[in-house]
């Protein structure tokens, strides 16, 4: 499966106080449209395979492909069904398609009306995808699945800066410096954009500082030791108490 497996799944009574809370705010946003509590109830109940297939006829269909919650729908279902293995065989790129399908939501989704509603799904989603990505980059059979990962986070999560920073370490790595250099701009405006550091949630306060690290590391292996020095700046005064990070810092 394309996402790491782990001990991810969200508890049956907490994912359905988390949706019902956002079930409760789509409705106080969209008086006048649908919001999908069929799909909701299915998909507590853990229905992952026919939820994710009602949802697909909704984004296919005239009068409702226009709306995001069907394409976060089938993000969510196949982000679970990555993590079973009774979904393996019949759903072999079921992490992807999480991926895929989140993409695809936030497109339909610009003004973010619901996005905030689901901060533990992008939690989790993001957590899974950082893990994979990471543990591909340092293998060039990999990178482009990496590439895959990032881009994709940044995606349905432009404001999230360490994607960035990743996808543009997997693109220097992949000779692709341009796209690159494109990719670290826009990690300049999202880390400019978040302000403090500590405000971030926690998942991406982690894959930041990852990022970071491997980015100076990156940078010093071509001799560029003075830019190394310039990023990682950007998480000394939060991340001097993390062993990796002091040590990258006092190496340099």
């Known amino acids: 499966m394309f996402l790491a497996k782990g001990n991810f799944k969200f508890r049956s009574m907490m994912k359905t106080l988390t949706l019902a809370t956002a079930l409760v705010a789509c409705v106080a946003a969209q008086a006048q449209k649908h919001v999908y509590e069929d799909l909701l109830v299915l998909y507590v109940d853990e229905k992952y ?4 297939e009602k949802a697909l006829t909704y984004t296919e269909n005239d009068a409702t492909k226009k ?6 729908y089938v993000s969510m279902c196949n982000f679970e069904m990555s993590k079973v293995e009774q979904y393996a065989e019949d759903y072999p790129k079921a992490g992807r398609d999480a991926l895929k399908w989140a993409e695809k939501y936030r497109k339909k989704d610009k003004e973010k009306e619901f996005f905030n509603n689901y901060e533990d799904y992008w939690s989790s989603l993001n957590t899974m995808a950082g893990e994979t990505g990471e543990n591909l980059l ?6 482009s699945k990496a590439k895959y990962n990032f881009d994709a986070m940044t995606g349905y999560y432009p404001e999230n800066p360490g994607p960035w920073m990743m996808l543009a370490i997997s693109q220097y790595k992949s000779n692709l410096n341009k796209e690159g250099d494109l990719s670290m701009v826009a990690f300049d405006k999202a880390m400019a954009e978040a302000g403090d550091i500590k ?32 990023y990682a700046a950007l998480g000394k005064d939060h991340f001097m108490e993390e062993p990796d990070f002091k040590g990258l810092w006092e190496s340099l």
Do not use: H, V, W
Not at 67 to 72: E, K, V
Not at 138 to 143: I, Q, V
């Open 138 to 143: 340092d293998d060039p059979k990999g990178l």
């Open 199 to 230: 405000t971030l949630p926690r998942d991406q306060q982690k894959l930041l500082k990852n990022a970071l690290i491997r980015f100076a590391d990156y940078q010093i292996s071509k001799g560029m030791r003075d830019k190394a020095k310039k």
């Open 49 to 52: 395979e026919k939820c994710m």
């Open 67 to 72: 709306d995001a919650l069907p394409f976060l």
